[in-house]
């Protein structure tokens, strides 16, 4: 009879987790964690978390009389994340959603803050750090340069909470890479009722 070695402590869920952006080419954070300043977060990100997008074409290569591919090239790799967030009186969320810079979001002698929507925008590239939390299990995505490419529609009304869905899009930096990866590494617990191979 097969048995088959399963490792709880190597699966994650999603359960907390959280978003940061900064001037482009910020470097990332060395330790997984809350980043410092100049890292300003976006508050509370909806339940539905965060998305991880991956969207590639290729193109397969047939030779002649053969009916299988002898080779496969990639056309188009991009990298997206896809998030909702909830404090939308925020200057940084309002920022991000609207192109605008932070401060020129501060509110006037009356408490009032004032911004005009552009017909014209122009690109607004930023830094862009994210964690996922499963208790002590942490996964970190780093993006140097990235730009929300895609904003939802806002629906207010009375039974739901006012957010700003968003997909933002990373591009590649200096070196071609367009997201940086960190992830806490464990070594997998073999149950103990399982045989182990002999040498």
């Given at each position: 009879?097969?048995?088959?070695?399963r490792a709880a402590d190597l699966a994650m869920v999603g359960a907390n987790g959280g978003g940061w952006v900064a001037p482009?080419?910020?470097?990332?954070?060395?330790?997984?964690?809350?980043?410092a300043a100049p890292w300003a977060g976006l508050?509370?990100?909806?339940d539905d978390g965060l998305k991880y997008g991956i969207d590639e074409?290729?193109?397969?290569?047939?030779?002649?009389?053969?009916?299988?591919?002898?080779?496969?090239?990639?056309?188009?790799s991009v990298r997206t994340f896809g998030v909702t967030m909830?404090?939308?009186?925020?200057?940084?969320?309002?920022?991000?959603?609207?192109?605008?810079?932070?401060?020129?979001?501060?509110?006037g002698p009356d408490g009032v803050a004032k911004f005009a929507e552009t017909a014209s925008p122009s690109p607004d590239r930023r830094?862009?750090?994210?964690?996922?939390?499963?208790?002590?299990?942490?996964?970190?995505?780093?993006?140097?340069?990235?730009e929300v490419t895609d904003r939802s529609d806002v629906q207010?009304?009375?039974?739901?909470?006012?957010?700003?869905?968003v997909k933002i899009t990373a591009y590649p930096d200096a070196a071609n890479n367009t997201v940086y990866h960190q992830f806490t590494a464990k070594a997998p617990v073999v149950p103990k009722d399982l045989p182990t191979t002999k040498s």
């Open positions: 009879m097969i048995q088959i070695t482009e080419g910020t470097a990332g954070p060395i330790a997984l964690g809350v980043p508050g509370a990100i909806s074409d290729s193109k397969e290569f047939t030779p002649w009389g053969v009916t299988s591919a002898f080779r496969t090239q990639v056309t188009k909830w404090e939308t009186k925020s200057p940084v969320v309002k920022s991000l959603m609207f192109r605008i810079p932070a401060a020129d979001l501060a509110p830094s862009f750090y994210f964690i996922v939390a499963d208790g002590d299990s942490l996964e970190g995505f780093y993006v140097p340069s990235g207010y009304k009375g039974e739901d909470m006012v957010g700003y869905e």
